[in-house]
């Protein structure tokens, strides 16, 4: 399977990717996802996943949200999924623009990735009240469409529901 990374020419699949193929490609919000954060109001917002690779054992993914509303851009995240070459282990290596940076771990079953934290750091004058754990759902769902929840814990809060969303694939 071949694919094209938006910063480079088209590269051969690793073969340890093949069991996150389905990944693979451009997906956009099909209507505005659901957010709610203890410090802010419940929000919509509208994002959009480029899943991409550049012929390593690695996914690169860049994920853009906006404000359903006003469409002024919001939450960015980047990095690296991993996979642990005969396992069904799944890291995800993550870059907030917030300044958290954190590491994410889990199983793949199927077409559904479960990570939580394994890691997280932040910039010294981050705001707060500051996460301390994360926990992320990714599945392709029997419709074609992908869905998302991701969960936060805030220091001495339990972990509640932040996101939730359903994309829909825009190119491979």
């Known amino acids: 399977m071949t694919h094209t990374c938006p910063f480079h020419q088209s590269a051969e699949l690793n073969a340890a990717l093949e069991p996150l193929a389905w990944l693979l490609g451009i997906w956009e919000s099909d209507q505005p996802g659901d957010g709610s954060f203890s410090t802010i109001p419940p929000f919509h917002y509208n994002e959009t996943l480029h899943f991409s690779h550049v012929g390593q054992p690695v996914i690169n993914f860049m994920f853009n949200a906006f404000n359903a509303e006003n469409k002024k851009p919001m939450h ?3 990095g690296f999924i ?19 940076v954190e590491v994410e771990e889990g199983l793949l079953t199927g077409q559904q990735l479960t990570l939580q934290t394994h890691a997280l750091a932040r910039t010294s004058f981050a705001k707060e ?17 992908l869905e998302q929840t991701v969960s936060m814990a805030l220091e001495g809060g339990p972990l509640t529901q932040h996101l939730h969303i359903t994309y829909c694939r825009r190119s491979t």
């Open 76 to 78: 960015r995240e980047c």
């Open 82 to 100: 991993r996979i642990q070459p005969g396992t069904n282990r799944v890291a995800f290596i993550i870059a907030q623009n917030s300044g958290l």
């Open 129 to 145: 009240p500051h996460v301390e754990q994360v926990s992320r759902v990714i599945q392709l769902r029997p419709d074609g469409k």
